[in-house]
């Protein structure tokens, strides 16, 4: 089990004053919301790896607990046949930003409720809190739980 301390950003875009550092293809969808237990498959967009992943977050707005352990693709698509709702995907960039990544998603390209946000994560909340951010990170909703994944997913998956 370790601490996840981020913070969060609505984004225009994908940065284009940025080096790219990692692009990746991820398709998560929620085995539960309470608490939150997520499957996620990602796509190295170079290498064509792909990493299967269980995850396991509490409740938290700038820190929380997260638990993540590699799982077989075999489970993977078993668990993902036993949900109703259709996956959420997303397109993910990592960026050096400072002495930070930073990772940009653009969710659900394809659907009305499609967005782009952005995260980095901190090794402590002073650090989180003394972090200061540059205008094209845009809006910050860290606090905002509308951009929690997890009730992004129940909005738009009518869960």
Not at 55 to 74: F, M, Q, W
Request: proline content about 3%; aromatic content about 14%; overall charge negative.
């Amino acid at each position: 089990m370790s601490l996840e301390i981020e913070r969060k950003f609505l984004m225009e875009g994908f940065p284009t004053e940025l080096p790219c550092i990692r692009e990746i293809e991820i398709e998560q969808g929620y085995l539960s919301i309470e608490p939150e237990v997520r499957i996620h498959k990602a796509t190295d967009r170079k290498s064509g790896k792909q990493d299967f992943r269980l995850t396991v977050k509490g409740n938290g707005i700038l820190t929380r607990t997260e638990i993540k352990t590699d799982i077989a693709e075999s489970f993977y698509t078993e668990a993902v046949q036993m949900l109703a709702q259709p996956m959420i995907k997303k397109e993910y960039k990592s960026y050096a930003y400072e002495k930070y990544i930073l990772e940009v998603c653009y969710v659900d390209a394809e659907m009305e409720s499609a967005f782009f946000y952005g995260e980095i994560e901190f090794s402590s909340e002073e650090e989180a809190k003394n972090f200061q951010k540059p205008d094209f990170f845009g809006k910050e909703v860290t606090v905002e739980e509308d951009y929690k994944m997890k009730n992004y997913w129940k909005r738009t998956r009518g869960v």
